[in-house]
């Protein structure tokens, strides 16, 4: 089960951070932050950083899909424990 949260937190975030990117201007920060923590992430990361720009572009997209992925992650195997956990108690009695 955790397998497909992983999988499931990945592809969210992946499509979170285009949606973010693609959105960014019109939105405010907060609400672009809400869903996309990645991108905020990586914005703070990457300033301290000087390299080529195929360098820092990339470092900048692997930071962010990497915390969008761990964010939504963390969202899917909680929603999955709480699905899941009802079903064990009433099991138990």
């Known amino acids: 089960m955790l397998g497909a949260c992983a ?6 975030g992946i499509v ?3 949606f973010a990117v693609a959105n960014n201007p019109p939105l405010s920060a907060p609400w672009v932050a809400l869903f996309s923590p990645g991108l905020r992430v990586a ?3 990457m300033p ?3 390299g080529t720009l195929g360098w820092t572009f990339s470092w900048f997209l692997r930071i962010a899909i990497a915390v969008n992925g761990a964010f939504y992650f963390a969202w899917f195997a909680l929603i999955t424990y709480w699905a899941t956990r009802d079903s064990r108690i009433s099991d138990r009695h």
Do not use: D, P
């Open 16 to 18: 979170a951070l285009t």
């Open 48 to 50: 301290g950083r000087h």
């Open 7 to 12: 999988v499931a937190g990945l592809i969210a």
């Open 43 to 45: 914005e703070w990361v």
